[in-house]
């Protein structure tokens, strides 16, 4: 039997009115069907799209990286701008938290974080105030890595004090370092 288009259009019209005269109830479409509600061949069209298939990409894991503690100098927790009664800001360091990733070479890249608290002194004033800090990294009594940080914090007009949070993003370790002693502090 040859295929005639007009055929198929012809038993689709039919097969579409019967399936919409089914699907009514009473001769009123209720509420949901024409606001766009769920129906027969919506719940089919929809039962008949496929998701698009997910793939999963291997993902290789980070190496554990080794990473060295890291500590606030002894002596150097606290920084005085000024002496005696001449004190303009002193910087105190509260807390210290690292974070360290895997650099070329086998080299350790350490992220290290610093808080603390600037306090104005008998001589000084609200605004910007500044100090540097070092990060050092020794096997024994040899120096690996050092690096000089600003410090660098406003006290507001209407205080005495500001808390400070500095973040170094790249204090970088040599390879075989990941027993080095990692110390932070005011220069001074």
Same mark, same amino acid.
């Given at each position: 039997?040859?295929?005639?288009?007009q055929?198929?259009?012809?038993?689709?019209?039919?097969?579409?009115?019967?399936?919409?005269?089914?699907?009514?109830?009473?001769?009123?479409?209720?509420?949901?069907?024409?606001?766009?509600?769920?129906?027969?061949?919506?719940?089919?069209?929809?039962?008949?799209?496929?998701?698009?298939?997910?793939?999963?990409?291997?993902?290789?894991?980070?190496?554990?990286?080794?990473?060295?503690?890291?500590?606030?100098?002894?002596?150097?927790?606290?920084?005085?701008?000024?002496?005696g009664?001449?004190?303009?800001?002193?910087?105190?360091l509260?807390?210290?938290?690292?974070?360290?990733?895997? #650099?070329?070479?086998?080299?350790?890249?350490?992220?290290?974080g610093?808080?603390?608290?600037?306090?104005?002194?008998?001589? #000084?004033?609200?605004?910007?105030?500044?100090?540097?800090?070092?990060?050092?990294?020794?096997?024994?009594?040899?120096?690996?890595?050092?690096?000089?940080?600003?410090?660098?914090?406003?006290?507001?007009?209407?205080?005495?004090?500001?808390?400070?949070?500095?973040?170094?993003?790249?204090?970088?370790?040599?390879?075989?370092?990941?027993?080095?002693?990692?110390?932070?502090?005011?220069?001074?």
């Amino acid at each position: 039997m040859p295929f005639k288009p007009q055929q198929s259009l012809s038993l689709i019209a039919a097969l579409s009115l019967g399936l919409a005269g089914c699907m009514s109830s009473g001769g009123s479409q209720s509420p949901a069907s024409t606001s766009g509600g769920s129906s027969l061949f919506s719940n089919w069209f929809a039962a008949q799209k496929t998701e698009p298939a997910v793939q999963a990409v291997a993902v290789a894991p980070e190496p554990d990286v080794p990473c060295p503690k890291v500590d606030i100098r002894e002596g150097g927790s606290t920084l005085r701008q000024g002496k005696g009664s001449d004190v303009t800001v002193q910087f105190s360091l509260r807390d210290v938290a690292r974070e360290c990733s895997a #650099g070329k070479n086998g080299a350790i890249v350490m992220k290290i974080g610093v808080e603390g608290i600037a306090v104005i002194g008998t001589a #000084g004033k609200p605004g910007v105030v500044t100090a540097p800090l070092i990060i050092t990294a020794k096997k024994g009594d040899k120096v690996v890595a050092t690096k000089t940080i600003a410090l660098k914090t406003t006290i507001p007009a209407d205080e005495n004090q500001a808390q400070f949070r500095v973040i170094d993003q790249g204090f970088t370790l040599p390879a075989g370092s990941d027993d080095a002693d990692v110390t932070i502090g005011f220069k001074g």
